[in-house]
């Protein structure tokens, strides 16, 4: 699965295939850091992202998502939280 680091967030992006077509969505998860090197905290179980599309092709589904990444921990860091 493709990784990518924005600030300290692990982004884990995928594409899958959708039930009943020859079609693919578009997926993300969110990691914070740990202070233990084997474990992450996940705190943006993987969901799907550009709902209303679908792509005919996993690497199209897979840069909608690398593209979606940014906004998402944007939107994770306006949180009170910090870990939306």
Known sequence: MPTKYIDDYEIEFSAEPLEGCALWGAYVAVFAPSTTPMHRINIR?????AVTQRFVDAASACAAAEAAAPNIVASIKASPTGRR
Request: glycine share 0%; no cysteine.
């Open 45 to 49: 179980h993987k969901r799907r992202v």
